[in-house]
């Protein structure tokens, strides 16, 4: 398979505060390798990563999700999910884009700020999945990912062969349900 042939391109962005570990996850995620000697990245840091899904013959373009990242032992991080929820649904390409609520550095159990239910309270709140991750240990970065690519492909799968649409996270819905948002675009 030549570099540029792929069935999709799926861009995922991770959103947090500075410090948060989305650097270390996403080299986690696609090196399988954790490096110590990360510095803060000042904007943008892009990952590639390529994925064979299961076969399936759906197609739809510009489909994207979000990983919202906090740290564990960084309260303050984990109450600007909030703002930074605000920001993705003010922002987002559409109006209710995939995301998975992913807190980090759960290796650091010892140090731990943001405990498992006040997180769970929060992504149930959004109707959201979480999932608490490691970038050292590698605990549920490729889960995390996983998820939120299974959400945003079955979006895409759903648009496709239309009948049946999806609200945000795959909850599915009548199609006549939906309606039409006069400046916003829908993800499907």
């Known amino acids: 398979m030549a570099d540029w042939d792929y069935d999709y391109l799926i861009k995922l962005l991770a ?3 500075s410090g948060v570990g989305k650097t270390t996850f996403l080299h986690r995620y696609t090196d399988n ?3 110590r000697k ?11 990563k390529r994925v064979v899904p299961q076969p399936t013959t759906a197609f739809f373009r510009d489909a994207m999700g979000f990983l919202l990242m906090f740290d564990l032992t960084n309260q303050q991080s984990f109450l600007n999910v909030r703002s930074w929820m605000s920001q993705l649904q003010a922002n987002a ?10 807190g980090t550095k759960a290796d650091l159990r010892h140090m731990k700020d943001v405990h498992s239910r006040q997180a ?19 605990v549920d970065v490729d889960q995390a990912v996983t998820t939120l690519l299974d959400l945003v492909m079955k979006r895409m799968e759903q648009s496709t062969y239309g009948g049946r ?19 916003r675009r829908r993800c499907c």
């Open 38 to 48: 990360f510095t803060t990245t000042v904007g943008i840091d892009f990952r590639e």
């Open 93 to 102: 390409y559409c109006d209710s884009p995939d995301i998975v609520l992913v």
């Open 165 to 183: 649409v999806s609200e945000p996270n795959g909850s599915p819905v009548a199609s006549n349900e939906v309606e039409e948002a006069p400046v």
């Open 120 to 138: 769970r309270n929060l992504a149930d709140r959004y109707g959201i999945p979480y999932f608490e991750t490691s970038a050292v240990t590698g």
């Open 15 to 17: 959103l947090g505060d």
């Open 33 to 35: 390798k954790f490096n």
